[in-house]
């Protein structure tokens, strides 16, 4: 009896993760994508981060810039995740071989000449509270940047980061799916403020959220949104009537086939009550924000998490069946092919290939600040 009920106390159930299940997707898209918040990089820390199916090793100087180099150590591959930074040099965990900040070694273990070896080291940008690396499918250089934000409020940014199945596609492309503002959020009207506006690797976005709640009644949300390749999202979101502003960053990186990291940032302020004394409206402003500021960030957090199920197990379906209500689905989905490779027909077609289980389970986990 015993062994019989072994079998049974355990049913799979439920959708699939899409990184399981092998749903059609897209390629690696190229361009910046984040692996780490900038607080978690002190001067000597190490850390290996997951990016297009490989490893990314990050480590910031003591002078305070950041690299990021291929894994393997180029004498006898040992990983270099497990190295420690010396000074201004990454030293390898196995023969003590050291590299440079310019990636050259410079000295070995045991004190003879060093060969003429070199770390390959990948373009990094750290902006904004966070440090991104580039990745191209052809092997280009940087060729547009993501630029610096406005810092609003004097509290320090509250983050969070996320692992989920999906693409970083879908991610951006909700900047744009108006519908679901309303389905899935509870907006009770969302309207798109003017054209989406494209520029190479850029796009800006207007929106304006209908909402209503106890003691606020009917209220408006503006957000104004900017994206940056397919690997980050900045909005900016206004709330009239209690004078909020917050400024997000969403940042969803590829990690593997169907699968991605997500990371979130969050500022905000109150406005200044106009009817009080400018230093009595600046306590009342900072008190606010100091209040509220965990409660927001949670709110904030769960908005985002909404989509979590949806994106860890859809399939990306190409061309769409779109409908009138769904927002400029389309045209952002032409925009986004520039961030592919091309075969003579167009972009590369979505990939059916297997992935293999990896035990995920629902809910991701997330680690916050």
């Not at 497990?82 to 590299?99: I, R, T």
């Not at 190479?200 to 003691?215: I, K, M």
């Not at 965990?294 to 409908?323: G, M, N, V």
């Not at 927002?327 to 092919?337: D, E, K, L, S």
Request: proline share 10%; with cysteine; charged share 20%.
């Amino acid at each position: 009896m015993g062994f019989s009920r072994e079998y049974g106390l355990k049913i799979t159930e439920g959708p699939t993760p899409a990184d399981v299940a092998g749903v059609s997707t897209l390629p690696y898209p190229s361009g910046w994508s984040a692996l780490a918040f900038s607080s978690e990089l002190r001067p000597g820390v190490v850390l290996t981060r997951p990016l297009a199916g490989q490893d990314v090793v990050l480590y910031r100087l003591p002078r305070g810039p950041v690299r990021a180099v291929r894994p393997y150590c180029p004498h006898l591959g040992a990983h270099l995740g497990l190295a420690k930074v010396e000074g201004d040099d990454l030293v390898c965990p196995f023969h003590f071989f050291a590299f440079g900040p310019d990636g050259t070694c410079v000295r070995t273990g045991y004190g003879t000449v060093p060969p003429r070896s070199q770390l390959e080291q990948l373009p990094v940008c750290e902006v904004n509270g966070a440090v991104f690396v580039w990745r191209h499918h052809d092997g280009r250089a940087p060729d547009w940047s993501i630029p610096e934000w406005h810092v609003i409020g004097h509290l320090p940014a509250r983050h969070i980061a996320w692992e989920l199945a999906g693409h970083v596609q879908e991610v951006i492309e909700n900047s744009v799916d108006v519908g679901h503002f309303a389905t899935l959020h509870g907006w009770k009207k969302a309207e798109v403020g003017g054209d989406v506006i494209y520029d190479e690797a850029a796009f800006h976005v207007s929106l304006r959220a209908h909402e209503s709640a106890p003691l606020l009644g009917d209220f408006t949300v503006d957000v104004k949104v900017d994206g940056y390749g397919l690997g980050c999202l900045h909005a900016d979101v206004y709330t009239p009537r209690v004078g909020l502003r917050m400024c997000t960053m969403v940042m969803p990186t590829a990690i593997g086939p169907r699968r991605m990291q997500f990371r979130q940032l969050n500022r905000l302020a109150f406005a200044e009550p106009a009817a009080l004394p400018g230093p009595l409206a600046r306590t009342v402003s900072r008190t606010a924000s100091r209040l509220l500021n965990r409660l927001i960030f949670r709110a904030s957090c769960e908005f985002t998490a909404a989509d979590f199920p949806i994106w860890h197990t859809k399939e990306y379906r190409q061309p769409p069946r779109l409908a009138q209500g769904d927002g400029p689905i389309g045209p952002f989905r032409h925009w986004a092919r520039r961030f592919y490779p091309t075969t003579s027909t167009g972009p590369t077609a979505p990939s059916h290939d297997s992935a293999p289980s990896n035990g995920a389970t629902w809910p991701p986990s997330g680690q916050r600040k």
